[in-house]
């Protein structure tokens, strides 16, 4: 399994949003490292539509995300999201029921703003971040987003592990894709390790051209 130390920070990129998940002291009105944000932006940050390209960085099991703990707890900011959707990103520890980490990934100056009745109507600002708490040992943990959940969307998505499974009453990944996968990133600058998840949230085929 996959296994991540309570030094190893994780993050996350897609076209869909960017989330870093970090091992530090649990705070409120959390922020990612502005320089941090700059180079995920000039490095691994594609536009809507774009495939990744997965030779850049050495790819991880998604449904095996272990975090070690220690006493350090578990941070996940959000730093872009390319999106029409307002995406809910959830997480379960373990056998636990899911958790809402954030209610609506829509982005206030993101690559593709959201916009209603033609109002940019995006929420969150880029390197905002949420503490998810400590964790005891070894602990699982998974992550879905609800597409377009914050509109009234009921499509659960995650990656290919979690494809058929019910989780708390709902089938994952209904129309049969994986949607979600995982990277490794070391950051030169700060000698510290990145795990990089990527979410798709489009249904079906249109959304694995």
């Not at 399994?1 to 959390?30: G, I, Q, R, W, Y």
Request: glycine content about 12%; charged content about 25%; cysteine-free.
């Amino acid at each position: 399994m996959n296994k991540l130390v309570a030094n190893l920070s994780l993050a996350a990129l897609s076209t869909l949003s960017l989330l870093a998940f970090s091992p530090n002291v649990e705070a409120a009105d959390l922020k990612l490292d502005k320089d941090l944000l700059d180079r995920f932006f000039a490095d691994y940050f594609q536009n809507e539509g774009k495939a990744f390209d997965e030779r850049a960085l050495p790819q991880l099991d998604a449904s095996n995300l272990y975090w070690d703990g220690g006493a350090d707890s578990v941070e996940v900011f959000f730093i872009d999201e390319g999106a029409g959707f307002q995406n809910q990103l959830l997480f379960k520890a373990n056998e636990q029921p899911l958790e809402m980490i954030f209610d609506n990934v829509s982005g206030i100056g993101s690559v593709m703003e959201n916009t209603r009745n033609g109002v940019k109507d995006g929420v969150m600002t880029l390197g905002e971040g949420k503490g998810l708490g400590k964790f005891d040992g070894p602990t699982q943990l998974s992550f879905f987003i609800n597409a377009d959940g914050n509109r009234g969307g009921t499509n659960l998505f995650g990656s290919d592990g979690f494809t058929g499974d019910i989780v708390d009453g709902r089938t994952v990944n209904a129309d049969g894709f994986s949607h979600l996968v995982a990277y490794n990133y070391f950051d030169q600058k700060s000698q510290e390790n990145y795990t990089i998840i990527g979410f798709e949230d489009l249904w079906g085929e249109k959304g694995h051209r």
